[in-house]
């Protein structure tokens, strides 16, 4: 499947907007849709496009898999509510964590998720909604990255050889495939979409476990998410592109008052970066980086060590799972 670029410097908001909005509607005519909203700026364009198009005709949900940001379901609903978009939440952290127990490979636990989201959480709302279609926000660094064997992102389907009615039960609308992030920003703000939510850092879709090397447990979550509130709290006035803690694999020997602390390692890494397809890191000042390691020692249990990445993309990766 060929997928043409809309680059940055060739997109108009307003005729993509009118463009998508007409498509959606015309592919779905008088069948339902249903959309899974994370609150990201992917998610949130393509919920809104989805709402102008379809109205009550689109079923929004926000899939609480229990790897989100610490309070991020009640934060959605709320912003959304204001929007006039309803959106019911779906506890399934049960489901997902069963998925992922004993998982360590990336590209296992990324098809766990893929496997849960798609068949189990969606295929279930499915057949109780009666939906012919799911609007999500595949963009075009995700099809990209996935299709160069860089690592599978868990929303590239058909792209594949997926065919998602016949393994799902429906059919797959991804309006946003086209751009990029910063394409969907400027998309974003058209829609009339807030600047916490078109200037919010990127969020991958596997969400915290894609920044938790090694097993993902609701233990190791709960840390991830505090050091994340803290990465968050921390570097929101940079202007940088993202920024996200990592909880590392191996514990490393630590010091507490005069005594060995076994303990855990968290990652920083803050990107420079346009479209997420190259980026640089961040040039922290050393007190906004010695600030960070203390908070994150004093206030996330367990952490004895906080590291900064400073290796450019490429050959890193602005996620590490």
């Known amino acids: ?12 908001p307003e005729e993509f907007i009118k463009q998508k909005v007409e498509e959606i509607s015309s ?3 008088s069948e339902l849709a249903i959309n899974a909203l994370s609150g990201g700026v992917d998610s949130s364009t393509v919920t809104m496009l989805g709402h102008r198009a379809l109205g009550d005709g689109l079923k929004t949900y926000f899939i609480e898999n229990g790897l989100m940001r610490e309070g991020e379901p009640q934060r959605v609903v709320s912003l959304f509510e204001k929007l006039g978009v309803s959106v019911e939440i779906v506890d399934a952290k049960k489901q997902f964590f069963s998925a992922l127990k004993g998982l360590t490979d990336p590209e296992e636990k990324r098809e766990a998720i893929t496997r849960v989201f798609y068949r189990d959480v969606f295929g279930k709302l499915v057949k109780e909604s009666g939906a012919k279609y799911l609007l999500q926000g595949t963009n075009y660094t995700d099809v990209e990255e996935t299709v160069a ?7 590239i ?14 059919k797959v609308i991804e309006p946003l495939i086209q751009l990029r992030k910063s394409g969907i920003r400027k998309v974003a703000k058209a829609l009339g979409l807030s600047e916490e939510i078109y200037k919010r850092p990127p969020f991958p879709g596997p969400a915290l476990a894609a920044r ?14 505090k050091a994340t509130k803290i990465v968050e709290e921390e ?39 346009k479209d997420a397809k190259i980026g640089s890191p961040t040039r922290l000042a050393y007190d906004i980086l010695d600030k960070l390691a203390k908070r994150i020692t004093i206030e ?11 290796t450019k993309k490429p050959p890193s990766t602005i996620e590490p799972i």
């Open 27 to 29: 592919t779905v005519g």
């Open 300 to 310: 996330v249990a367990g952490v004895v060590s906080v590291t900064y990445n400073i």
């Open 149 to 155: 064997g860089i690592k599978r992102q868990h929303n």
């Open 157 to 170: 389907l058909a792209q594949l050889g997926i065919d998602t009615e016949e393994s799902y039960g429906y």
């Open 1 to 12: 499947m060929e997928i043409n670029e809309i680059k940055i410097e060739e997109l108009n």
């Open 212 to 225: 938790i090397i090694g097993e993902v447990t609701p233990e190791r979550v709960e840390t991830v998410k």
């Open 235 to 273: 570097l929101c006035n940079t202007d940088a592109f993202q920024y996200l803690a990592i909880l590392h694999e191996d514990k490393v020997t630590g010091i507490r008052e005069g005594k060995r602390d076994y303990g855990l390692q968290i990652e920083i890494r803050c990107w420079e970066s």
